[in-house]
């Protein structure tokens, strides 16, 4: 019986862990099943984070009669992932903030945070497509771009091709296409326009 308890226990917190990593910051998360302390709040994501990094992490793993040993050792590793994959994305966004250009900074928001409703933030047609097409994934929407080179940029980043990049005409912004479909972040540094390159940090950190 302790052994069936303690292999429910584990699909419980790793999927808890799992919807709390790939869920949206507002999304509505029924955690009641991993997290037994009822609370107030709306359990989004955002709330759950900070919920989590209050410490009371290893109560709420105590709350479920989670064995010592590799089970809560494995619980540990999803709850730690996960604060740090919302470190990253934190880290990412701040390097957005830096950008002058206010669509070029909304671009870059939307996409770390990937948010398809902050593109629409965005008045320049081409880049406000760019932005839906990276975060739809969606490489139609690359194709209204009437920019031959953030065309380009933006089907080799929606396919993660980097032979697309080759056929930009712009040394930044090849560089940056370079850097985001290898996930390679030293491209970004060779990037001489100060918002492009800080614009592509984040985004290939946000990867």
Not at 86 to 103: H, L, R, V
Not at 129 to 156: L, P
Not at 163 to 183: F, P, W
Request: charged share 25%.
């Amino acid at each position: 019986m302790t052994k069936i308890k303690s292999t429910i226990a584990f699909f419980l917190i790793f999927f808890g862990g799992w919807q709390l990593s790939n869920a949206k910051d507002s999304e509505i998360i029924d955690f009641d099943h991993v997290f037994s302390e009822k609370t107030s709040q709306p359990r989004t994501k955002k709330n759950l984070i900070i919920y989590i990094d209050s410490k009371e992490a290893s109560s709420l793993v105590e709350d479920q009669s989670v064995p010592s040993g590799a089970l809560t050792q494995a619980a540990g590793r999803v709850i730690e992932n996960t604060l740090k994959d919302m470190a990253n994305n934190s880290d990412s966004e701040n390097f957005c903030y830096t950008i002058k250009n206010d669509d070029s900074k909304n671009s870059c928001i939307a996409k770390t945070k990937r948010k398809e409703a902050d593109c629409h933030a965005i008045h320049h047609e081409d880049t406000r497509n760019s932005c839906i097409a990276q975060i739809r994934g969606s490489e139609s929407y690359c194709h209204t771009i009437n920019n031959e080179n953030m065309k380009s940029s933006c089907i080799a980043i929606v396919r993660k091709s980097e032979s697309y990049c080759h056929t930009v005409e712009l040394e930044d912004m090849k560089n940056s296409c370079i850097a985001q479909t290898r996930g390679d972040e030293s491209y970004c540094h060779t990037i001489n326009n100060v918002d492009r390159r800080n614009a592509c940090i984040a985004l290939v950190k946000g990867l």
